[in-house]
């Protein structure tokens, strides 16, 4: 089966900038996540959707950080505007059902953000 | 919330030598603990993974052991290849929280041919 997708891959820009990253998830799956991984860390939750409604976003930075997932397919991260600490890669993750924590979680490739 | 510590950063083997990975958590309704294998550039991907009504799974050469009391679960992997070599993840989840995974910090490691 196709895994979930991510683009773009890489991405730099200034601070202050938007920026904007997508993702698709494996095909039908309902839960999708996006995840933060700054170097030499693990990857630490933003926001969980089911289908397109929002599951938890409680680590989520909601100043600067929105997440939508229209008719509860793909879905684009935006962070406006963009601080030197938002450098990471940013996972994308999907799971079958994702109302049982025992689900298996799929990543996508990531998206590498450097704020200069 | 969940916490989760994960030892050592950095584990060097020789080929064919074992490797264990240790990590804790700090909720004891945490239940589910997967594993995952991290290449240089490319995804984290599940290799393994253990439910709290479990002490131990095995998978060819990869095995968790999980210690609910001490509240401690650990990868090993015996036999190891050069291939191996990557950066592992332990994670928790509580069944009550939804479905987060709260991740380690993550272990590098090195196989030496």
């Known amino acids: 089966e196709a895994g979930v997708a991510q683009s773009p891959r890489y991405k730099i820009i200034e601070k202050r900038q938007s920026v904007a990253f997508w993702c698709n998830p494996i095909s039908g799956h309902a839960t999708l996540y996006w995840y933060q991984q700054i170097l030499g860390q693990g990857p630490k939750l933003l926001i969980q959707f089911q289908n397109n409604g929002v599951v938890d976003d409680s680590q989520l930075p909601k100043d600067r950080f929105s997440a939508e997932r229209l008719k509860g397919v793909d879905s684009t991260l935006k962070i406006q505007p963009a601080k030197l600490e938002d450098s990471a890669v940013y996972l994308c993750?999907?799971?079958?059902?994702?109302?049982?924590?025992?689900?298996?979680?799929?990543f996508g490739p990531g998206t590498r953000l450097t704020v200069l | 919330g969940e916490n989760v510590e994960q030892h050592p950063s950095t584990l060097s083997v020789q080929e064919g030598d074992s490797a264990v990975i240790k990590c804790t958590y700090s909720d004891s309704a945490s239940n589910y603990f997967p594993w995952y294998k991290q290449e240089l550039g490319k995804r984290p991907q599940l290799i393994i993974d253990i439910r709290s009504n479990v002490g131990e799974k095995k998978d060819q050469r990869i095995a968790v052991t999980l210690n609910k009391t001490a509240k401690h679960f650990s990868l090993h992997i015996t036999e190891t290849q050069p291939e191996d070599s990557a950066v592992y993840f332990c994670?928790?989840?509580?069944?009550?929280?939804?479905?987060?995974?709260?991740f380690g910090e993550g272990t590098q490691l090195t196989v030496n041919p």
């Open positions: 993750a999907s799971s079958l059902f994702g109302y049982m924590n025992t689900d298996t979680q799929y």
């Open positions: 994670a928790a989840s509580i069944e009550t929280s939804g479905s987060r995974l709260t």
